[in-house]
C-alpha cells in the first residue's frame, strides 16, 4: 500500500472508530453552566430580545428540564455541589470564596472530572471555577487535564478591555480596594469569618482578574489583568481544540462561563463581550454577553457536528444560581420565578425563592433524547456526579451523596429520584431553610437575594412556624401561600404534607454532617497575604498581559 492511499484511508478509520462506540457506552459529555443566569433569561424561557439561538435551538431539539434546582443559591456552594453530588454544606464550602483565600474545595472530596477520569475520559475545563485559587485546588490538580479561565468570579479584581475598531472606549484596570459586594457577602453569612479579612484584598493578587492556563502539569497565568475584549475568542479556541485533540477517547467537557456575572465597577453596566458582540443586542451589555456565551456554545455544537461526534455526545446546560438582581439590567431575570408573596423585588441570587435557585435546563442528545420535549421532574446540580458515573459506567466512592442518578429523567425511563430536595442557604451548621416535596415547595426561612433591598419594610429574615407551603406546580410564582405563621393549617391534605416535611426535616438535620476545611501548609512563596494568583509580586500582581509560567503543586 502506497502512503498516498494510507493517508486517504486513515481518515476513514478514524470516522469509523467514533461509530464503534455505542451512544450509550461512556458517552462524551458537556456541561454549559452559566455564571449568573436568571430562568428568565433564554429565548426558550421566554425572554423577548434575548439572542441565544444556540441555547434554543438544543433545547427545542432535546428536552427542556423546567425544575432543575441548583445545590446554593451563590457562587462557591452551587460549584461544590455540582463538582461533588453533595450539599455544599457537608463539604465544607462556604457560600463563596473570595480570590485571595487559603483554603478551597476539600481534597478529600471527589469531583465529576476525577470520577470520569476512572473511566478513561479526557477532561477539560473552560471559564469560572471557584473552588479555591491554590494550586491544589485548582482544576488541574482536580481531575482536569487541561483548563483555561478565571479562577473566581469575574468581579473579584479589575480586568481591562481594549478598543474595538476605531474606537477610543478603552477600560483600564486601576489597583482598589474592596467593592460593596463583600458587605452583602457578609451580611448574608456566606463567607468564612477568616475569609472576611482576605476580601478586602490585603493580598495585591487580589486587586486584579487573572486569566489562568493549565495543561500537563504547568499553570500559566497568561494575562493579569486580563482583557475582557479578547477572552471569548480566547475560550473558543481552547475548547474547540480540545474537542479535536480528545474525538477518539470519551472525553468530559466542563464550560462554567464567566458570563453573565457583574464585573467590576470599571467596565460599562459592569458587562462585557468582544468586538464582535458588543453593542449588537436589543438587550444592553447583558444581552450581549449572553450572546457572545451562545456564541461559544454554538462553536462547541458545530466542532461535534464536523467531527461525527455528535450522536455520541450528552449535553447539558443549566446556571449556577439565580440572577443578581441588585445590580439591575445588569444582573438577568427571574422569569416567571419572582416569588410574588415575597413583599420585595429581591427574590433571586441568595436567595431560596423560586428565583434563586430554580435554573434554566435542558439536555440534549441526538438519537438517545427525544427532541421538543419537556419534563417537570425534580433534578439538581447535584445529580450530575451521580449521573455521569453511571453513564460512564464507574461506581461511586462510598461517601453519602445527597445527589441521584437523573438519567432516567433525560431518557424518558422514569421519574426523579429525589423525593425531598432540600435547600442550604446558610453557612456554619444551620439547617435546611427550604425543601421541594413533589408538588410542593417549604419555607422555614425566607431572606432576600444578595444585596437586600434598599431598606424596603419588611425585606428582611423572616422564619415560620409552621412553614411557608406552596403548591409550586400550580404556583411557580410563589403567589398563594397555603399556610399561615403562626396558625396550624385545618385542611388534612395540608397538614398530611406539613408532617412528613417536618419528620423529614428532622431526619435531614440528625444525620447531616457539616464538613470542615482545612488549610494546607504553605507553599513556596505563600503565606499571609500571598495566596492569590499572582503573575510576578515583584510587579504588585500588574503585568498587563505579560505571561508568567510556574509549575502546579503537587
Given at each position: 500500500m502506497g502512503r498516498a492511499d494510507a493517508l486517504f484511508i486513515l481518515p476513514c478509520l478514524l470516522s469509523f472508530s467514533h461509530a464503534m462506540r455505542a451512544p450509550e457506552d461512556r458517552p462524551n459529555v458537556v456541561m454549559f453552566f452559566v455564571d449568573d443566569l436568571g430562568y428568565g433569561d433564554l429565548g426558550f424561557t421566554g425572554h423577548p430580545t434575548t439572542n441565544t439561538p444556540n441555547f434554543d435551538k438544543l433545547a427545542y431539539n432535546g428536552k427542556i428540564l423546567t425544575s432543575w434546582y441548583s445545590?446554593?443559591?451563590?457562587?462557591?456552594?452551587?460549584?461544590?455541589a455540582l463538582m461533588t453530588g453533595r450539599q455544599y454544606v457537608r463539604t465544607g464550602v462556604p457560600g463563596v470564596f473570595s480570590p485571595t483565600v487559603a483554603t478551597?474545595?476539600?481534597?478529600?472530596?471527589?469531583?465529576?472530572?476525577?470520577?470520569?477520569?476512572?473511566?478513561?475520559?479526557?477532561?477539560?475545563?473552560?471559564?469560572k471555577w471557584h473552588l479555591g485559587q491554590r494550586s491544589m485546588f485548582l482544576p488541574g490538580a482536580r481531575g482536569f487535564d487541561r483548563y483555561l479561565g478565571i479562577p473566581y468570579s469575574d468581579d473579584m479584581g479589575e480586568a481591562r478591555a481594549t478598543p474595538c475598531g476605531n474606537t477610543t472606549d478603552e477600560v483600564e484596570a486601576a489597583r482598589k480596594g474592596s467593592e460593596d459586594m463583600w458587605d452583602s457577602y457578609r451580611e448574608a453569612g456566606f463567607l468564612l469569618e477568616e475569609d472576611a479579612i482576605q476580601g478586602d484584598h490585603q493580598d495585591p493578587a487580589g486587586s486584579f482578574l487573572p486569566l489562568v492556563h493549565q495543561h500537563n502539569g504547568k499553570t500559566e497565568v497568561v494575562e493579569q489583568p486580563l482583557d475582557f475584549t479578547t477572552l471569548a475568542p480566547k475560550y473558543?479556541?481552547?475548547?474547540?481544540?480540545?474537542?479535536?485533540?480528545?474525538?477518539?477517547?470519551?472525553?468530559?467537557?466542563?464550560?462554567?462561563?464567566?458570563?453573565?456575572?457583574?464585573?467590576?465597577?470599571n467596565q460599562p453596566e459592569k458587562q462585557y463581550a468582544s468586538c464582535d458582540f458588543k453593542n449588537t443586542s436589543k438587550r444592553g451589555m447583558f444581552g450581549d454577553a449572553l450572546a457572545e456565551a451562545d456564541w461559544i456554545a454554538g462553536s462547541v455544537i458545530d466542532t461535534l457536528e464536523r467531527l461525527g461526534l455528535s450522536k455520541n455526545t450528552l449535553v447539558l446546560f443549566s446556571s449556577d444560581n439565580g440572577p443578581w438582581m441588585m445590580q439591575g439590567k445588569s444582573g438577568g431575570s427571574p422569569g416567571i420565578h419572582y416569588g410574588r408573596s415575597a413583599g420585595y423585588w429581591n427574590v433571586g441570587k441568595g436567595s431560596t425563592w423560586e428565583g434563586g435557585v430554580r435554573e434554566p435546563a435542558f439536555a440534549y442528545w441526538p438519537g438517545m433524547i427525544k427532541p421538543s420535549t419537556r419534563s417537570a421532574e425534580v433534578v439538581s446540580s447535584l445529580d450530575l456526579l451521580p449521573t455521569l458515573s453511571k453513564l460512564a459506567q464507574v461506581?461511586?466512592?462510598?461517601?453519602?451523596?445527597?445527589?441521584?442518578?437523573?438519567?432516567?429523567v433525560l431518557l424518558d425511563k422514569g421519574q426523579s429520584k429525589h423525593e425531598f430536595l432540600w435547600l442550604y442557604a446558610q453557612s456554619g451548621g444551620a439547617p435546611p431553610t427550604a425543601c421541594r416535596y413533589g408538588p410542593w415547595k417549604a419555607h422555614w426561612r425566607t431572606a432576600p437575594g444578595l444585596g437586600g433591598c434598599f431598606g424596603i419594610e419588611g425585606c428582611g429574615v423572616k422564619t415560620y412556624d409552621p412553614p411557608l407551603l406552596f403548591n409550586i406546580e400550580e404556583d411557580p410564582s410563589e403567589a398563594y401561600p397555603l399556610t399561615t405563621n403562626g396558625e396550624q393549617p385545618q385542611d388534612p391534605e395540608i397538614k398530611a404534607v406539613l408532617a412528613a416535611l417536618t419528620a423529614a426535616r428532622k431526619k435531614e438535620i440528625s444525620s447531616m454532617v457539616f464538613g470542615k476545611l482545612t488549610t494546607p501548609p504553605d507553599g513556596p512563596g505563600e503565606g499571609p497575604n500571598k495566596y492569590g494568583v499572582c503573575c510576578d509580586r515583584a510587579q504588585g500582581c500588574d503585568c498587563n498581559g505579560k505571561p508568567s509560567v510556574v509549575s502546579l503543586q503537587d
Open positions: 445545590g446554593c443559591p451563590v457562587c462557591s456552594g452551587s460549584r461544590a478551597g474545595l476539600p481534597l478529600n472530596e471527589t469531583t465529576v472530572a476525577q470520577q470520569m477520569k476512572k473511566a478513561g475520559y479526557q477532561t477539560a475545563m473552560m471559564g473558543k479556541d481552547f475548547v474547540v481544540e480540545f474537542i479535536e485533540d480528545a474525538q477518539h477517547d470519551p472525553f468530559f467537557l466542563y464550560m462554567p462561563f464567566s458570563h453573565v456575572h457583574t464585573t467590576a465597577s461506581e461511586l466512592p462510598s461517601v453519602v451523596y445527597d445527589g441521584r442518578d437523573m438519567s432516567d
